[in-house]
């Protein structure tokens, strides 16, 4: 154990021998953590992967910095199927301790196996395709891109394991449903999820069961079996050959046929022939006063137009004088209160300052609109405690790494970009949501933010995390 201030090496005692500091507290909150990460580590060794997160997330919300733990728990994301998860806590792993430390040696191996890795990218985009499928209710669809997940006896999905299983309960195949839930078990034996849905299918196959006999039973169970490959190749007797769709006409009937044609031709030219060049002269002498119309039409219309246009071009110079005059109202109104706003809070930041708040006085003070404007005084005040508004990113980034640790993505993403537009010159909050972007199966923006993080830290870092990232993608 090392001490938290020196990093010195901590013997017995309360006290770091190196540097002084107390570190009683300290080794009682290492010692914890260390005790859940090794009862998570027995539950991970007993197949309960579930309950082995839950103490290792556990150990980590104590201590941070406990290295076995982040790679352990990185371990068991990966065996539940959750990669993108699993890669970030060895890459935080890796950057508490460079040297020394298996998350190397997990992410080079990942890195040189390619070809698992194609598989493991594949096998995530046909489980989001089936989300899709799923969302837009085309079930059937869901269910051939989980076939191919089950099928992989690489891919330990239990989230595919169970909406699988969920699309079976859906067409009341409990059986089906249950076998593939045992998988699943197989993989996690303590899922809370998995657990529940296989208490639901038991109760349905029970309750389906209960008045059945011997071999009421026995037919059941062979048609569940039958059911489990429903493409079956066709025999003989499922081929069904169609009737033929012509049939034999009797001579008198076609003489009829061609009678009623002859008429039916006959009327049609006196109707499109001889009516319309009835109809011609009368239409071109209402087609001529038509046009007579239209000219006259048109000329009021043109003087309408100009009047019209002579009318608005008036009122909108009436506008714009009266919206002018309003927004010189507005904008010295506005510069008041702005300033009377700004005042009240350089107290209030004030206030929490002489209390020894600085960090509310930080955010009381990025709340002032426009600091520039202060004089006097007021200036002589904003000057003397501004400093504590410059460790606010500081602040907001501790409690972004804490949210992206508890696995709140779309949170820290908040937080980081917070942190990155308030202090931009470094590229750790620029990575991370990155990171956040990726976990959340944004890869566009991931791209992008792995990308500007490569152009404006070409020697950060995170370069390497970045470079082999955008591989992936």
């Given at each position: 154990?090392?001490?938290?201030?020196?990093?010195?090496?901590?013997?017995?005692?309360?006290?770091?021998?190196?540097?002084?500091?107390?570190?009683?507290?300290?080794?009682?909150?290492?010692?914890?953590?260390?005790?859940?990460?090794?009862?998570?580590?027995?539950?991970?060794?007993?197949?309960?992967?579930?309950?082995?997160?839950?103490?290792?997330?556990?150990?980590?919300?104590?201590?941070?910095?406990?290295?076995?733990?982040?790679?352990?728990?990185?371990?068991?994301?990966?065996?539940?199927?959750?990669?993108?998860?699993?890669?970030?806590?060895?890459?935080?792993?890796?950057?508490?301790?460079?040297?020394?430390?298996?998350?190397?040696?997990?992410?080079?191996?990942?890195?040189?196996?390619?070809?698992?890795?194609?598989?493991?990218?594949?096998?995530?985009?046909?489980?989001?395709?089936?989300?899709?499928?799923?969302?837009?209710?085309?079930?059937?669809?869901?269910?051939?891109?989980?076939?191919?997940?089950?099928?992989?006896?690489?891919?330990?999905?239990?989230?595919?394991?169970?909406?699988?299983?969920?699309?079976?309960?859906?067409?009341?195949?409990?059986?089906?449903?249950?076998?593939?839930?045992?998988?699943?078990?197989?993989?996690?034996?303590?899922?809370?999820?998995?657990?529940?849905?296989?208490?639901?299918?038991?109760?349905?196959?029970?309750?389906?069961?209960?008045?059945?006999?011997?071999?009421?039973?026995?037919?059941?169970?062979?048609?569940?079996?039958?059911?489990?490959?429903?493409?079956?190749?066709?025999?003989?007797?499922?081929?069904?050959?169609?009737?033929?769709?012509?049939?034999?006409?009797?001579?008198?009937?076609?003489?009829?046929?061609?009678?009623?044609?002859?008429?039916?031709?006959?009327?049609?030219?006196?109707?499109?022939v001889v009516v319309p060049a009835k109809t011609n002269s009368i239409r071109n002498e209402s087609s001529a006063l038509q046009m007579q119309l239209e000219e006259q039409v048109s000329m009021l219309s043109e003087e309408n137009a100009k009047l019209s246009a002579d009318v608005e071009q008036q009122s909108k110079a009436a506008e714009d004088l009266q919206t002018a005059a309003n927004d010189a109202s507005a904008a010295a109104s506005a510069a008041v209160q702005t300033s009377q706003e700004d005042e009240t809070l350089l107290l209030e930041a004030y206030d929490l300052f002489q209390k020894g708040e600085n960090e509310a006085c930080g955010n009381k003070l990025l709340e002032i609109s426009h600091p520039e404007s202060f004089t006097g005084a007021n200036k002589m005040v904003y000057d003397s405690i501004s400093y504590t508004k410059d460790a606010i990113p500081d602040y907001w980034y501790n409690d972004a790494m804490a949210l992206f640790e508890q696995n709140d993505f779309a949170e820290a993403l908040e937080m980081f970009a917070k942190v990155y537009e308030a202090a931009n010159t470094t590229g750790e909050s620029l990575y991370y949501m990155g990171l956040c972007h990726y976990n959340l199966d944004q890869t566009d923006e991931a791209a992008a933010r792995f990308r500007e993080y490569l152009e404006t830290f070409p020697e950060g870092p995170h370069v390497t995390e970045c470079d082999w990232l955008l591989s992936q993608m």
């Open positions: 154990m090392k001490c938290y201030k020196c990093g010195s090496f901590l013997y017995d005692g309360e006290y770091c021998n190196t540097c002084g500091a107390d570190v009683t507290i300290y080794r009682k909150i290492v010692l914890r953590s260390n005790d859940l990460y090794n009862s998570g580590l027995q539950f991970a060794r007993d197949r309960n992967l579930s309950k082995a997160a839950e103490h290792l997330k556990m150990s980590l919300k104590l201590y941070k910095g406990n290295i076995n733990a982040h790679n352990l728990l990185g371990l068991v994301y990966f065996e539940q199927g959750e990669y993108t998860l699993g890669f970030a806590h060895w890459i935080i792993s890796k950057n508490i301790q460079p040297d020394n430390n298996l998350a190397n040696l997990f992410l080079d191996q990942i890195q040189e196996d390619k070809a698992y890795v194609d598989s493991l990218n594949a096998n995530i985009k046909k489980y989001n395709k089936a989300i899709s499928y799923v969302e837009q209710e085309s079930y059937d669809l869901a269910e051939i891109q989980l076939k191919k997940i089950l099928n992989d006896n690489t891919a330990h999905m239990v989230k595919a394991y169970q909406l699988s299983a969920l699309l079976r309960i859906r067409k009341k195949k409990y059986a089906a449903a249950r076998k593939i839930l045992e998988r699943a078990q197989s993989i996690d034996a303590g899922d809370p999820t998995t657990i529940a849905l296989m208490t639901a299918v038991n109760s349905q196959i029970r309750e389906e069961e209960k008045d059945l006999t011997t071999g009421e039973l026995k037919v059941k169970r062979q048609q569940e079996t039958a059911e489990e490959d429903p493409h079956l190749p066709l025999s003989g007797d499922d081929v069904i050959i169609p009737k033929p769709s012509y049939k034999d006409y009797n001579p008198t009937t076609v003489a009829i046929i061609q009678i009623l044609i002859g008429f039916l031709v006959g009327a049609a030219l006196i109707f499109f």
